[in-house]
């Protein structure tokens, strides 16, 4: 998953939040240096990858991928996935706005910036003024995030084709992401429930 599903699937508190999105930059047993709700963030960052990676809906959306960007499949289906939790997220959120909680998002960001690790810190005031969340609901902010990715990843992601790809293909990828979005949310909640009872022991 990508950064918006991960801040989504983090629930309401700040410092989960925050972890779940800098959860890919924090390696190895790193975690250990954090407070415990950014620490318990990265810590379900990785929990959600791992159940992503071995859901049929996701395998299957990179399958459907492979033959156009092989090893590189993965990292579209996220950003795919992205975009369609952005087009759907009334839905998923109750009602809630992307908007209010792009910039809910964003301001637990900068209440915990001296915690972001410094990679992050270089990026995320652009990444604030342009709106990033908020922008994977349309092809044109689709395309500007993998745009950045190719430029300090790979160049083989290839934006423009990987747009294309999205809407020819598009009716099957949503399908996929319906199919996954439902049991990746049961999985997140149900952790997010073990915290609090966790947190509530040690009171």
Known sequence: ??????????????????????????????????????RDGILLHRQIDSFTDAHPAFKNTVEVLRPAFGRYSGIIADMYFD??????????????????????????????????PERVQGFIFHFIS??????????????????????????????ERSIAFLRENEAQLNGLFHDFMPEVENYAKSHLQGLQRASENRR
């Open 83 to 116: 975009y369609f939790l952005a087009n759907h997220f009334d839905h998923y959120s109750s009602g809630k706005s992307l908007n209010c909680f792009a910039y809910n998002f964003y301001a637990s960001a900068l209440l915990h910036y001296r915690w972001l």
């Open 1 to 38: 998953m990508n950064y918006l599903a991960h801040i989504f699937l983090s629930g309401d508190d700040r410092a989960l939040q925050v972890g779940n999105f800098i959860g890919d930059f924090v390696k190895g047993s790193r975690y250990d240096e954090y407070p415990s709700g950014i």
């Open 130 to 159: 342009t709106n990033r969340l908020k922008q994977y609901k349309s092809y044109a902010g689709l395309e500007a995030s993998l745009t950045i990715m190719s430029n300090y990843k790979s160049k083989a992601i290839e934006p």
